[in-house]
């Protein structure tokens, strides 16, 4: 690959980050423009600027995305009620296409040949970051330092930045604790401390939910109201996408809910280690589904079930923009129509259950289900021709199998 004349680099302010900026820089004698994404990670982003100003940068991006981000990400893989593995709720994973999309975008509006990232080469991130690029731009070039550089530890990487006039916070000079990723979805907490899976995870890893032990000794109610499979209220106040999700992180968090201990296969091979806080999609999860129970259809909530392990996967191995992503999406979005109601959930010491749910669109009939009079509305002499003509091939199966026995 030739050397890229300017890029755009996708920014967080932290120190490896940092040395990237100045080791492309050095490396390629390119310009460099920065890019850093407010996705609701919590932290004050107006020291990027500053840092990436200091180092030289032609150019610095900082956008509040987190309204984006929960509407056109968060909120569609929520539809699908999208699990990884059956567990991980795939914060990560889902912040990765938008953050490529900008990159992509900004190189387009700012006449750069190439996007870089700080993801390293064992992960997944990196294959996320560039299938999102290639997805968007097939001949934008993706620079991932990490697989080219000699900086392979924590000593060299202290030295580059002690050498180009770096500022290292003080907790960065020795070995830290563990690695953390967040955004308004969930924190991510790996490395360190939690490598060896036969040892519990200390609790100062948690960073927005208190442990379970510490929740409130009472329950908490409250009631999430849908429109077409989307959450538009919390207790009768309309909100925004992303302040539905900051309201929900706060009560989850509160009350211990939504903490994952899980070690993952990631795409590249290899098994990984990871805390995953998701207290606000965790309880958005059980809403979800309690107004599904309802408003959805059996064959389409069936249908729709079966296909979602594989939506989970696609967006957990970065094809957020593949066909295959988008037409499963058309699906799941078409069972969404009627997911229209009111949810009304227990939170308490860990867990968030639905205990109510109602709608203009169920499909509930109590008429149909009642142990008292039911005027009619429903034939039980009629079962018995259903189950008769559901047994006749195991009948046929169990006859074929006597007869060669005997």
């Known amino acids: 690959m030739s050397a890229p004349k300017k890029v755009v680099l996708a920014y967080s302010g932290g120190l490896d980050t940092s040395i990237i900026l100045k ?71 889902i912040a990765r296409p938008l953050i490529s999309k900008r990159l992509v975008e900004i190189a387009a509006a700012e006449g750069a040949d190439a996007v870089a990232h700080g993801a390293t080469g064992k992960g997944n991130d990196q294959v996320r970051f ?5 997805a968007l731009n097939p001949d934008i070039k993706v620079i991932a330092p990490w697989r080219l550089w000699d900086l392979t530890s924590r ?26 990723d ?15 899976p036969a040892d519990e995870a200390p609790d100062y890893v948690l960073q927005r939910t208190v442990p379970v032990e510490q929740a409130p000794n009472e329950p908490e109610y409250i009631e999430v109201g849908f429109e077409k499979g989307d959450a538009v209220s919390i207790d009768g106040e309309a909100m925004s996408p992303a302040t539905i999700l900051t309201k929900l992180n706060e009560l989850g968090g509160k009350h211990g809910i939504g903490v994952l201990d899980l070690v993952e296969n990631r795409f590249v091979g290899m098994k990984s280690r990871g805390i995953y806080e998701t207290p606000g999609g965790t309880v958005l999860l059980e809403a979800h589904r309690g107004i599904e129970q309802i408003t959805l259809d059996s064959g389409a909530g069936h249908l729709k079930d079966s296909i979602m392990p594989r939506y989970a996967e696609l967006i957990y191995n970065g094809f957020w923009f593949s066909p295959e992503r988008e037409m499963l999406q058309a699906l799941i979005d078409k069972s969404q129509e009627h997911v229209t109601g009111t949810v009304r959930l ?9 205990v109510a749910r109602w709608s203009e669109h169920s499909l509930y009939s109590e008429a149909h289900v009642t142990f008292e009079e039911d005027a009619g509305a429903y034939n039980q002499e009629d079962a018995k021709g259903f189950i008769q003509l559901n047994a006749l091939r195991l009948k046929l199966l169990a006859a074929r199998n006597r007869r060669l026995k005997g």
């Open 23 to 93: 080791w492309l820089q050095t490396e390629y004698g390119c310009e460099v423009v920065t890019f850093t994404a407010d996705l609701g990670q919590g932290e004050e982003l107006e020291p990027a600027r500053a840092k990436a100003e200091m180092l030289g940068v032609s150019k610095v991006y900082i956008e509040d995305l987190r309204e984006e981000f929960v509407r056109d990400f968060v909120f569609p893989m929520f539809r699908a009620n999208a699990l990884y593995e059956g567990l991980y709720l795939l914060g990560t994973s």
């Open 130 to 134: 560039e299938l999102a690029a290639y």
């Open 155 to 180: 000593t060299k990487l202290i030295d580059f930045a002690e050498k180009n006039q770096i500022p290292i916070a003080k907790d960065k000079r020795g070995e830290a604790p563990f690695s953390v």
């Open 182 to 196: 967040a955004n308004l979805l969930h924190t991510s907490s790996e490395g360190k401390v939690l490598e060896n």
């Open 346 to 354: 227990k939170l308490y010491k860990g867990s968030a259950r639905t």
